[in-house]
């Protein structure tokens, strides 16, 4: 079993929907996670960086993070065209290495 | 954000030559960077962590030997594929992490490698 498991998709939604994306994991001392966007044949940009649980807000897209369920998600409203990309979960311990999931490939269409 | 380059980002060789691929912090200092391999369709992988001033530290299955790292100042670190092969060939990442902590990590462009 993987340390993270992310549906690859691919996931096609129409312009302005609400888009969820999801990821699992089975370490429980993992503490920080992060949603990462990677356009074809670049490097991953941060997008959104979580401590523990809860959830935390910035523009069109929300985190959330459920330790007791081992659940993360990561909502992105009004999706836009730009917004296809392959969106990457990530997780750590303090101090370790990220654990990354596939990656869930998203196509916004006009 | 803080910036990370990667030069160059694409090349081409033969089989049985050696490619040197370069990164770059280059608004912040990193005494740390990380080297990532990507495979199509496929995450991240871990290949190894740079160390300003001592040696590099690889994950289990890559060879040292093979993937040779050298972070010769607290903005460079350059990984050399010796000898390298078709299965080598794939997305190679770096990135660098700001702040006291691994947390928060900037990736540079990537680089793809073919080998013929």
């Known amino acids: 079993q993987k340390e993270v498991e992310q549906d690859p998709g691919p996931l096609s939604v129409p312009e302005g929907a609400i888009v969820s994306l999801n990821c699992t994991y089975s370490?429980?001392?993992?503490?920080?996670f992060m949603w990462y966007r990677q356009y074809s044949r670049k490097g991953p940009e941060l997008l959104m960086y979580?401590?523990?649980?809860g959830n935390k807000e910035d523009g069109r897209f929300t985190a959330q993070v459920d330790k007791s369920s081992k659940y993360i998600s990561l909502f992105i409203r009004d999706s836009q065209p730009s917004d296809s990309a392959t969106y990457l979960c990530?997780?750590?311990?303090?101090?370790?290495?990220?654990?990354f999931g596939q990656g869930t490939e998203l196509s916004v269409k006009p | 954000g803080a910036v990370v380059s990667q030069h160059p980002s694409r090349v081409i060789c033969k089989s049985g030559t050696s490619v040197k691929i370069e990164c770059r912090s280059l608004?912040?200092?990193?005494?740390?960077m990380f080297w990532y391999r990507q495979f199509p369709k496929q995450s991240l992988m871990l290949m190894a962590t740079?160390?300003?001033?001592?040696?590099?530290?690889?994950e289990q299955g890559v060879e040292k030997d093979k993937f040779l790292i050298n972070h010769a100042s607290l903005t460079l670190s350059t990984l050399t594929v010796t000898s390298a092969h078709p299965e080598d060939s794939s997305f190679y990442i770096c990135?660098?992490?700001?702040?006291?902590?691994?947390?928060?990590?900037?990736f540079g462009p990537g680089t793809r490698l073919t080998v013929l």
């Open positions: 990135s660098a992490p700001v702040g006291p902590s691994y947390n928060e990590q900037f």
């Open positions: 740079s160390n300003e001033g001592s040696k590099a530290t690889y």
């Open positions: 990530a997780m750590n311990n303090q101090g370790g290495k990220l654990i």
């Open positions: 608004d912040f200092q990193a005494t740390t």
């Open positions: 370490n429980s001392a993992f503490q920080y």
């Open positions: 979580t401590y523990s649980s």
